[in-house]
């Protein structure tokens, strides 16, 4: 069973930084993308960054291009999303994500963690 568990959300001020983890469990993780989906009350998730197998790519949303840094270890099984100058709009529940294959990491996803809560006061 793939299991995706989601630590490091809380409660930050706008301008601050903050870094998730993800521990991934029940699969060949270095098989697979990884990224990172986030979800706001009332809106629909949302895609935010997506790394290859390798770590060689990564893809960003536009809005979070430049302030958010995906990156993996496979010996570690784990996922960051390392976020800085966060901003209220950031605020939201992440969730990270299962591609469906190694090489494609800006879509494709087909299993999401629970996720943490991330959010952001001004």
């Known amino acids: 069973q793939v299991r995706l568990v989601e630590t490091g959300g809380g409660l930050v001020q706008a301008g601050g930084s903050l870094t998730l983890s993800c521990a991934a469990s029940?699969?060949?993780?270095?098989?697979?993308?990884m990224g990172w989906f986030r979800q706001a009350p009332g809106a629909e998730r949302e895609f935010v960054a997506g790394?290859?197998?390798?770590?060689?790519?990564?893809y960003y949303a536009g809005s979070v291009k430049g302030r958010f840094t995906i990156t993996r270890d496979n010996a570690k099984n784990t996922v960051w999303l390392h976020m800085k100058s966060l901003k209220p709009e950031d605020t939201a529940v992440y969730s990270c994500?299962?591609?469906?294959?190694?090489?494609?990491?800006?879509?494709?996803?087909?299993?999401w963690g629970q996720g943490t809560q991330v959010t952001v006061s001004s």
């Open positions: 994500a299962k591609g469906r294959t190694r090489l494609v990491a800006n879509r494709d996803y087909d299993y």
């Open positions: 029940g699969l060949t993780f270095s098989s697979y993308a």
């Open positions: 790394i290859t197998w390798s770590g060689d790519f990564t």
